[in-house]
């Protein structure tokens, strides 16, 4: 009966409080049970108990262990940098923020700002009625499948993360007058700052700027840290041979 699990079932057999664990949609949509004034108690009794050692059964596994099914109809970016810097910035607040109380609601955002751009023609917009749509179909996909997605996007956006914060890292320019007061960060990641950056240096309107990949955006932001960065070693250098140059004087 696993594989009639959907991802919209999972709040049920999340819910740790058994009192709380409301079996009628496993019995519905899994058992298939039909509503009847007239139906024998002893079916609803035998289904209700059905729907409840799989509740249990299920939420005995390790959900974070599921892996991504390469087989599955939802296609998922080839890296997750790949997504549009508009889907990017969505995906990243909803990461933090969840949906609520509903886990479902949480994965099925997740994964759909991540796939969205992959499975679907219209340009990518979190309040559009197409994006909507979308997200609430991934609640009627496999629970499996969903959480292997969800798995791998969040195990994608850790993996983003590391990589250009250590490539950043390498080539920070520090100004201690300017880190004092938080400026150095606020500047590096400045969304304002970023899409001027984008319109300017890729000559796109401030509308399309935002469809650019975070892969591209984020590698035009290096480019340009690096560059002030060997600025920086040269005037050091410079710096240098001047003081060595004024001690013979």
């Not at 509740?55 to 599955?72: G, L, M, P, R, T």
């Not at 479902?104 to 991540?114: E, F, G």
């Amino acid at each position: 009966m696993r594989d009639k699990l959907k991802l919209k079932h999972v709040d049920v057999l999340a819910e740790v409080d058994e009192s709380k664990r409301d079996l009628s949609s496993l019995m519905l949509d899994v058992f298939d049970w039909k509503y009847s004034f007239f139906g024998k108690k002893k079916k609803f009794l035998d289904l209700a108990k059905k729907s409840h050692d799989l509740a249990v059964e299920v939420s005995q596994i390790d959900y974070k262990e599921i892996k991504v099914n390469d087989n599955s109809h939802i296609v998922k970016p080839g890296n997750i940098d790949a997504i549009s810097y508009l889907a990017m910035l969505d995906l990243l607040g909803e990461k933090s923020e969840g949906s609520g109380e509903s886990l479902a609601l949480h994965i099925a955002n997740v994964n759909a700002i991540a796939t969205y751009e992959e499975n679907k023609d219209s340009k990518y917009s979190v309040a559009s009625k197409s994006f909507e749509r979308y997200r609430d179909s991934l609640l009627e996909l496999n629970l499996f499948d969903m959480v292997g997605l969800f798995n791998w996007i969040i195990e994608a956006l850790e993996s983003s993360s590391k990589t250009w914060n250590e490539r950043f890292m390498s080539v920070e320019v520090r100004d201690k007058h300017l880190d004092a007061v938080g400026g150095s960060a606020l500047h590096q990641f400045n969304v304002v700052n970023t899409i001027k950056s984008i319109c300017s240096d890729f000559k796109e309107s401030e509308k399309e700027a935002w469809y650019i990949s975070y892969n591209l955006v984020m590698t035009n932001n290096y480019s340009k840290a690096y560059e002030g960065y060997l600025q920086d070693q040269i005037r050091i250098k410079r710096e240098a041979e001047m003081k060595a140059k004024n001690k013979h004087y």
